[in-house]
């Protein structure tokens, strides 16, 4: 499977001299196989390896120390990126946060969520394995292998979190870091690897989601299910606590506790999260203009609404929109 530009872009900084253009690097990378080149000395010194499995997956390896700061920007709309860093110097900006990255800890950015930046500091070792994952891999490939396995890309993002330990996981990447061999059969390690870190992220989300009902009561979990149902179906309304709580025979300290234990977050993050979503929808699937589809999700001006889109996602509506329509025109 040749890989498509937008991954191209953030696989550029591993290309050597000679393949540091998209036609040479997607030929290269054109089915399924192990590329093993130095680090370009524009960046430092150092060498990467791109394992491109054939089936939408692909596995960077990095083991490399920059001679400059370098910055990467995560456009890919629908790439799921898994990270993890043995050593790491730099820090990682999401629309809503900026912290440290840090060692031995895992990191997931889906691009629908936002558009997201990392930041590596010059003369400072950077090793580390990133796993892409294109729409391929998980909307065709892995449902027609494994039927009946459901991969919930909005659920795995917040369990790579870099804050919460994941060891298992952790050491997974720090077995693909450190191996060496480039003969065709370790393709089979990769791909078992790969399989292997899936295998034990869905049973985790599986345990966290039989302990969050543990905790939360029939009735009380179907009761914010109609809340959640209700901002859904209602996405340009500001619906007041008080009426959700009264809809859900609960008081509003304890509808906020229910909701946020069954869906990790505040009722007014939902309701946000749900209205970019469709925002993202209609700007990619429709010809609305921006001052309608703020109108349809309940914002009275257009201009707090794209201030908002903008601190969300990254970008203004209509770049999202502009942006988008590139990367279709160059598929």
């Known amino acids: 499977m040749t890989l498509d530009k937008p991954i191209f872009e953030f696989l550029k900084l591993c290309c050597s001299e000679n393949n540091s253009n998209y036609s040479n690097y997607s030929n290269t990378l054109s089915s399924p ?40 920007t995560i456009h890919h709309p629908q790439l799921l990126c898994i990270s993890c860093f043995q050593e790491i110097h730099g820090n990682g900006c999401h629309p809503h946060t900026l912290r440290p990255l840090k060692s031995d800890t895992c990191y997931a950015h889906f691009g629908l969520s936002g558009t997201f930046q990392t930041n590596y500091k010059e003369c400072m070792p950077l090793r580390a394995v990133h796993i892409l994952l294109m729409p391929h891999y998980y909307q065709s490939w892995l449902p027609s292998r494994f039927p009946g396995c459901h991969f919930p890309l909005e659920d795995t993002v917040p369990l790579f979190n870099g804050e919460d330990e994941t060891p298992d996981l952790a050491f997974i990447f720090y077995q693909i870091l450190n191996y060496q061999d480039s003969r065709p059969a370790s393709m089979l390690f990769y791909e078992s690897k790969l399989n292997e870190l899936l295998s034990r992220m869905l049973l985790e989300l599986h345990a966290n989601q039989e302990a969050t009902h543990r905790h939360v009561k029939d009735a009380d979990f179907d009761a914010v299910q109609l809340v959640a149902e209700h901002i859904c179906a209602h996405p340009e309304h500001d619906v007041s606590i008080a009426s959700l709580a009264q809809m859900a025979c609960m008081s509003p300290a304890k509808l906020k506790y229910v909701f946020k234990s069954v869906f990790s977050c505040s009722i007014r993050e939902y309701r946000l999260n749900y209205r970019m979503q469709i925002a993202k929808d209609l700007l990619l699937q429709s010809d609305l203009g921006i001052a309608e589809i703020a109108f349809r999700l309940g914002y009275q001006t257009s201009s707090s609404f794209s201030e908002l889109f903008k601190k969300y996602t990254g970008l203004s509506p209509k770049s999202y929109r502009l942006c988008s329509h590139r990367h279709s025109l160059k598929k």
Do not use: M, Q, W
């Open 33 to 72: 196989g192990l590329l093993h080149s130095p680090v370009s000395s524009e960046f430092g010194k150092g060498s990467r390896r791109v394992v491109n499995l054939g089936n939408g997956a692909v596995i960077l390896i990095t083991d490399c120390c920059l001679v400059k700061n370098y910055t990467y």
